[in-house]
C-alpha cells in the first residue's frame, strides 16, 4: 500500500521522498477533476443538441457586492489562518496533513492580516467598475465548476452525516473529533445531499434537473470509481470480509491480491505490525480479505462505458439518470455482501445502511425510468 503519492513514487524509483500529500485525497482530487470534465461534455453536448439553452441575465454593478466582499475576506482569513501555521509547523503537517487541514489549528494573526488583503482587493475592483448595467448569456456548460463545487461540499457534508448517523455510538463519545475527522464517510449520504442541491442550482439556472441528471450520470460514476482507487492504494478500510479460501481454479490467471489481500502499510494502521518496518504506517491485516475496492471500480467503469453508450440511444430527459441509479443500486447491493460494514435492524432483518440505501435506489430508478417515459419533459428550443 501507498498512503502517501511519495511511497509510490520512492517504491518504484528508488528515492526517499516525503511528500504530504495522501493517495486517497490525490484520487478524491483526481476523481472530481475527470467528473467535471464529463459533466461539462455533456451540456456542451445537450446544448449543441438544442436540449438545454442559454439563459439570459441582467446584472447591474452598483457600488459594492457585499456578499462577494464578505466572500473574499473569508477567503482571505482561512488561506491566510492554514498556509502560515504550515509553514511555520511543516514537520505536524508532514506527520499528518488531513488532521492539520480540517482541525482548527491556525495563525489568526496572518488569517486577520489576509482577511484584510484579501479584502481591500476586491474592493478596490469593484469600485473600480462604473455604475452600469449589463445583460450577458450563460451556457449551461460554464456553470460546471460551481455544480462540481456544489456537490463536492454538499457531498462531503451529506457523507459525514450519513456517517455519524450508521455510527451514532462512536459519534456520541467524542462529536467535535468525529466530525472534524476526515475518516468516515458514507458514499450514499454524499450521494443524496449533492443530488439535491445540485438540482436545486441547476433549476435556479434554467436547467431542467432532468437534464443535469442524465448529465452527471457517467460523471458519478466514473468518480466513483476513481475514488475507490484512491481507496485500495491507501488502505483506508474500505475493504471486504475475511477470504481464506483458496482462489478458484478459474481464477488463477490473475494475481493473487486480487483475490485476498492482507493490505499492508495501511493508512489506517490495522493489524499486526510489520518486521522491520519504521514509520506510522507498518502494519497489515492478520487475515486476508476480499479488495472490495477493486472490484467496484472494475464494476464502475463498466458501468460508466454502458451509460456513455446508452446516452445516445436514450432520449427521454431523466431516464439515463434513472438507469444510473438501478446500476448504482445494483453494483453496491452485490458487494455489500463481501464488504466489512456495519449492521442495523430494519423490519426485523440485519442490513447495512448501504444495502437499504441501495435497494431503494433501485426501487427508484424504475420507477423514474417509466414515469419520464409516460411524462416526458418538453424540449426548449434555442431562438
Same mark, same amino acid.
Given at each position: 500500500?501507498?498512503?502517501?503519492?511519495?511511497?509510490?513514487?520512492? *517504491?518504484?524509483?528508488?528515492?526517499?521522498?516525503?511528500?504530504?500529500?495522501?493517495?486517497? @485525497?490525490?484520487?478524491?482530487?483526481?476523481?472530481?477533476?475527470?467528473?467535471?470534465?464529463?459533466?461539462?461534455?455533456?451540456?456542451?453536448?445537450?446544448?449543441?443538441?438544442?436540449?438545454?439553452?442559454?439563459?439570459?441575465?441582467?446584472?447591474?454593478?452598483?457600488?459594492?457586492?457585499?456578499?462577494?466582499?464578505?466572500?473574499?475576506?473569508?477567503?482571505?482569513?482561512?488561506?491566510?489562518?492554514?498556509?502560515?501555521?504550515?509553514?511555520?509547523?511543516?514537520?505536524?503537517?508532514?506527520? *499528518?496533513?488531513?488532521?492539520?487541514?480540517?482541525?482548527?489549528?491556525?495563525?489568526?494573526?496572518?488569517?486577520?492580516?489576509?482577511?484584510?488583503?484579501?479584502?481591500?482587493?476586491?474592493?478596490?475592483?469593484?469600485?473600480?467598475?462604473?455604475?452600469?448595467?449589463?445583460?450577458?448569456?450563460?451556457?449551461? +456548460?460554464?456553470?460546471?465548476?460551481?455544480?462540481?463545487?456544489?456537490?463536492?461540499?454538499?457531498?462531503?457534508?451529506?457523507?459525514?452525516?450519513?456517517?455519524?448517523?450508521? &455510527?451514532?455510538?462512536?459519534?456520541?463519545?467524542? %462529536?467535535?473529533?468525529?466530525?472534524?475527522?476526515?475518516?468516515?464517510?458514507?458514499?450514499?449520504?454524499?450521494?443524496?445531499?449533492?443530488?439535491?442541491?445540485?438540482?436545486?442550482?441547476?433549476?435556479?439556472?434554467?436547467?431542467?434537473?432532468?437534464?443535469?441528471? *442524465?448529465?452527471?450520470?457517467?460523471?458519478?460514476?466514473?468518480?466513483?470509481? !476513481?475514488?475507490?482507487?484512491? =481507496?485500495? !492504494?491507501?488502505?483506508?478500510?474500505?475493504?471486504?470480509?475475511?477470504?481464506?479460501?483458496?482462489?478458484?481454479?478459474?481464477?488463477?490467471?490473475?494475481?493473487?491480491?486480487?483475490?485476498?489481500?492482507?493490505?499492508?502499510? &495501511?493508512?489506517?494502521?490495522?493489524?499486526?505490525?510489520?518486521?522491520? =518496518?519504521?514509520? %506510522?504506517? =507498518?502494519?497489515?491485516?492478520?487475515?486476508?480479505?476480499?479488495?472490495?475496492?477493486?472490484?467496484?471500480?472494475?464494476?464502475?467503469?463498466?458501468?460508466?462505458?454502458?451509460?456513455?453508450?446508452?446516452?445516445?440511444?436514450?432520449?427521454?430527459?431523466?431516464?439515463?439518470?434513472?438507469?444510473?441509479?438501478?446500476?448504482?443500486?445494483?453494483?453496491?447491493?452485490?458487494?455489500?455482501?463481501?464488504?466489512? &460494514? &456495519?449492521?442495523?435492524?430494519?423490519? @426485523?432483518?440485519?442490513?447495512?445502511?448501504?444495502?437499504?440505501?441501495?435497494?431503494?435506489?433501485?426501487?427508484?430508478?424504475?420507477?423514474?425510468?417509466? =414515469?419520464?417515459?409516460?411524462?416526458?419533459?418538453?424540449?426548449? +428550443?434555442?431562438?
Amino acid at each position: 500500500m501507498y498512503p502517501r503519492i511519495s511511497d509510490f513514487i520512492n *517504491d518504484v524509483f528508488g528515492t526517499s521522498y516525503e511528500w504530504p500529500i495522501m493517495s486517497y @485525497g490525490f484520487f478524491l482530487t483526481l476523481a472530481f477533476l475527470l467528473s467535471a470534465l464529463v459533466v461539462r461534455s455533456e451540456l456542451k453536448r445537450k446544448e449543441n443538441e438544442g436540449l438545454i439553452v442559454a439563459k439570459q441575465e441582467s446584472k447591474k454593478q452598483d457600488g459594492i457586492n457585499r456578499f462577494e466582499f464578505f466572500l473574499n475576506l473569508l477567503l482571505g482569513f482561512v488561506l491566510a489562518f492554514k498556509i502560515v501555521f504550515i509553514l511555520l509547523n511543516y514537520s505536524l503537517f508532514e506527520s *499528518d496533513p488531513q488532521a492539520v487541514l480540517l482541525s482548527g489549528q491556525g495563525s489568526w494573526p496572518a488569517g486577520i492580516l489576509g482577511a484584510i488583503a484579501l479584502g481591500w482587493i476586491n474592493w478596490k475592483q469593484q469600485k473600480s467598475i462604473s455604475a452600469k448595467t449589463e445583460i450577458r448569456s450563460i451556457r449551461p +456548460h460554464q456553470h460546471t465548476a460551481t455544480i462540481v463545487m456544489i456537490a463536492a461540499i454538499s457531498g462531503v457534508i451529506g457523507a459525514k452525516i450519513f456517517h455519524q448517523l450508521e &455510527n451514532w455510538d462512536t459519534f456520541v463519545q467524542d %462529536p467535535i473529533g468525529e466530525l472534524f475527522s476526515f475518516a468516515g464517510l458514507t458514499f450514499y449520504g454524499g450521494l443524496i445531499t449533492a443530488a439535491f442541491f445540485v438540482a436545486w442550482y441547476g433549476e435556479k439556472q434554467g436547467i431542467s434537473w432532468r437534464h443535469l441528471g *442524465d448529465a452527471v450520470a457517467p460523471a458519478l460514476i466514473l468518480a466513483y470509481g !476513481i475514488g475507490r482507487i484512491g =481507496c485500495q !492504494i491507501a488502505g483506508d478500510g474500505d475493504w471486504g470480509i475475511v477470504n481464506n479460501a483458496s482462489m478458484p481454479d478459474w481464477l488463477t490467471f490473475l494475481p493473487q491480491w486480487i483475490w485476498a489481500y492482507d493490505y499492508p502499510n &495501511n493508512v489506517l494502521g490495522e493489524g499486526i505490525r510489520m518486521a522491520g =518496518c519504521e514509520g %506510522p504506517y =507498518c502494519f497489515r491485516l492478520a487475515d486476508p480479505v476480499f479488495p472490495t475496492p477493486i472490484y467496484e471500480t472494475s464494476m464502475s467503469l463498466i458501468i460508466f462505458g454502458g451509460l456513455l453508450l446508452l446516452r445516445k440511444v436514450i432520449h427521454i430527459p431523466g431516464q439515463l439518470f434513472a438507469v444510473y441509479l438501478v446500476f448504482n443500486g445494483i453494483e453496491r447491493g452485490l458487494i455489500e455482501q463481501i464488504r466489512v &460494514n &456495519n449492521l442495523m435492524n430494519f423490519l @426485523g432483518m440485519e442490513i447495512t445502511q448501504a444495502q437499504l440505501i441501495s435497494s431503494i435506489l433501485i426501487l427508484l430508478g424504475v420507477t423514474l425510468f417509466f =414515469c419520464f417515459r409516460f411524462f416526458p419533459l418538453k424540449v426548449k +428550443h434555442q431562438k
